[in-house]
């Protein structure tokens, strides 16, 4: 009996629906090349759905969400709506209300993709960053007092429990043998100065990966010094872990050696509930229409997608699909200049899977 799946679909803003677009149009070759059945339902959250309503979220919309198998979301944010609400109020509500903590980002340069570090090719650079995606500054614990004045004081904690810390380093020393690359897991962190955050990490990660991972090599880097050789020796990296914040910059960082946000695909998991999976980058307003904008991110996270529901084959085909296009088609492919349009390249990947 073929397998069916529900997939919510939240294209959202800007240039997210024509991205969305070419992604169900491939991920629809894969299901019919496969045999499985994707059924797809559409959900209007988004900058111009809020501008309409003045409400980001319908409240029932985790209850929603957890009714389907996965999510398939475009990019948020609107030109015309204020910085942080559809941010905080679609995108990082829905991580946190279906408690996704994690945050997979793959860095890897496909074959022909440019990338700005001299001398590094696609043997390079490919690596995965485990991003805690529930906790640390982003929970927005923290408060304004006196707002306004001279004596206005502002304060944003970074929070993380040992049970917040500890979920998201076994997910990420499995996560480092099912990879079966190098077999290593690096900790980001900044034990240095965050002297209490960070030594929790650190405790946690030696601890956990003495008594329960012990073939997983460990090592450790501050974060700044992360940033260093992310671009001086990208390839001694396996698999970094980290916390939210980090993750953040770290992968804006990973995304553009890799050829932009254009190609940078991410899954917001929850390996126990249902997860979300979007390109990486913003919803490029200014591009919105014009059908040039890379969806292979987009392409992408819809391939990680079938991964985590399963279907490995059809995951790894798309992939294998797209590294050919970027090799051949689209040689040279670099932010802003593909040679073709948005939906040219979403035929062109769709063709290669059939
Ligand atoms: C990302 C984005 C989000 C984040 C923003 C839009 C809230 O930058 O997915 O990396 O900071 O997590
Ligand atoms: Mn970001």
Known sequence: MSKNYNIAVIPGDGTGPEVVDEALKVLKVAADKYAFKLNFESFDYGGDRFIRTNEALPDSAADEMRKFD???????????????????GILLRLRFELDQYINLRPVKLYPGVETPLTGKGPEDIDYVVVRENSGGIYTGIGGISRKGTTDEVAVQSMVYSYAQVARCLRYAFDYTQRRKKKNTLALCGKT??????????????????????????????????????????????DVIVTGNMFGDI?????????????????????????????????????????????????????????????????????????????????DGLQAGRMGYSTSEVGDLVAEGLR
């Open 70 to 88: 996965s999510i398939l979301l475009g990019a948020i944010g609107h030109p015309d709506v204020k910085p942080g609400i559809l941010e905080k």
């Open 192 to 237: 240095n100065v965050l002297t209490y955050v960070y030594d929790l990490w650190e405790r946690t990660f030696h601890d956990i990966g003495q008594k329960e991972f012990e073939d997983v090599s460990r090592e450790y880097y501050h974060v700044d010094a992360t940033c260093m050789w992310m671009v001086k020796n990208p390839e001694w990296f």
């Open 250 to 330: 770290i992968t804006d960082l990973g995304a553009i050696t890799q050829g932009g946000m254009g190609i940078a695909a991410g899954g917001n998991i929850n390996p126990e509930g249902v997860s979300m999976f979007e390109p990486i980058g913003g919803s490029a307003p200014k591009y919105t229409g014009q059908n040039v904008i890379c969806p292979l991110a987009c392409i992408c996270a819809g391939a990680m997608m079938l991964d985590a529901l399963g279907e490995y084959e059809a995951a790894k085909d798309i992939e294998q699909t797209v590294m050919t296009i970027t090799g051949t088609k689209l």
